[in-house]
């Protein structure tokens, strides 16, 4: 019986190693080559459209959470 439970645990151990191996090489192969390139410059960001009348501030909640 000792014998099945080191050939168990083993197997264990085995699969264990084998699923985590097989996990961080996905996480690598999802990555590509983009996670290397290098960050875009200030000209290739967007720009955010603040004249909607975004500027109004919104009032902040009392301390009770009632927005009365």
Same mark, same amino acid.
């Given at each position: !019986?000792?014998?099945? /439970?080191?050939?168990?645990?083993?197997?264990?151990?085995?699969?264990?190693?084998? !699923?985590?191996?097989? !996990? /961080?090489?996905?996480?690598?192969?999802? !990555?590509?080559?983009?996670?290397?390139?290098?960050?875009?410059?200030?000209?290739?960001?967007?720009? /955010?459209?603040?004249?909607?009348?975004?500027?109004?501030?919104?009032?902040? /909640?009392?301390?009770?959470?009632?927005?009365?």
């Amino acid at each position: !019986m000792l014998q099945y /439970l080191t050939v168990v645990g083993i197997a264990a151990v085995v699969a264990t190693l084998l !699923m985590v191996g097989i !996990m /961080l090489y996905l996480v690598w192969w999802a !990555m590509g080559e983009d996670a290397h390139r290098a960050s875009p410059g200030n000209d290739e960001q967007p720009e /955010l459209d603040e004249a909607d009348g975004s500027s109004e501030s919104q009032g902040e /909640l009392p301390a009770d959470g009632n927005s009365v």
